[in-house]
T-cell receptor, first 115, second 110 residues
């Protein structure tokens, strides 16, 4: 399997622009997670899905952030409008959840810089 | 929320040394994750363990559920082991919302 695939790997944009990050989980995995990593706050969970359904979005910082998972093989994280404080590395991860948590498989991350 | 603490925060070792990284958490869990992140790189899952010990190559992870403590050991350390090691614990047993430790930055000097 190709692993978790994220795009773009790097994104530089100007404040106020819309940013869309994409993720393709590992085939067969039924859980998908979006994390954000910054120097100040480390890794934080933004939102996660089970079987394409959002389960917990309490980590989404503001209404400017939204995430969707239209099918089992694709998810997006959108920021609109973007702000400089959104600059971070955004990781997508997937796992196979059965009766308990499964091992997490991470993508390479999308490094976002908002000027 | 699970409070996850790692120690040490930074660690420098000579090549060949035995290394131990510790992780303590506050809420009983069903499984704990150990992750590795190389500078500027992605995150790789090393272990997910719920009891006892797991070994993969030169890496060994142990967990004591009663004491809410886990350790990651690296035997015969090598410069390529230089990375940040992160433990992560679920907020409630069996759940998927994890809290990450702040990480241990390891540098192995040749």
């Amino acid at each position: 399997d190709a692993g978790v695939i994220q795009s773009p790997r790097h994104e530089v944009t100007e404040m106020g622009q819309e940013v869309t990050l994409r993720c393709k989980p590992i085939s067969g995995h039924n859980s998908l997670f979006w994390y954000r990593q910054t120097m100040m706050r480390g890794l934080e969970l933004l939102i996660y899905f089970n079987n394409n359904v959002p389960i917990d979005d309490s980590g989404m910082p503001e209404d400017r952030f939204s995430a969707k998972m239209p099918n089992a093989s694709f998810s997006t994280l959108k920021i609109q409008p973007s702000e400089p404080r959104d600059s971070a590395v955004y990781f997508c991860a997937s796992s196979l959840w059965k009766t308990g948590a499964g091992e997490l498989f991470f993508g390479e991350g999308s490094r976002l810089t908002v000027l | 929320k699970n409070e996850v603490e790692q120690s040490p925060q930074n660690l420098t070792a000579q090549e060949g040394e035995f290394i131990t990284i510790n992780c303590s958490y506050s809420v009983g869990i069903s499984a704990l994750h150990w992750l590795q992140q190389h500078p500027g790189g992605g995150i790789v899952s090393l272990f997910m363990l719920s009891s006892g010990k797991k070994k993969h190559g030169r890496l060994i992870a142990t967990i004591n559920i009663q004491e809410k403590h886990s350790s990651l050991h690296i035997t015969a350390s090598h410069p390529r082991d230089s990375a940040v090691y992160i433990c992560a614990a679920p907020n409630s047993g069996g759940y998927q919302k994890v809290t990450f430790g702040t990480g241990t930055k390891l540098q192995v000097i040749p």
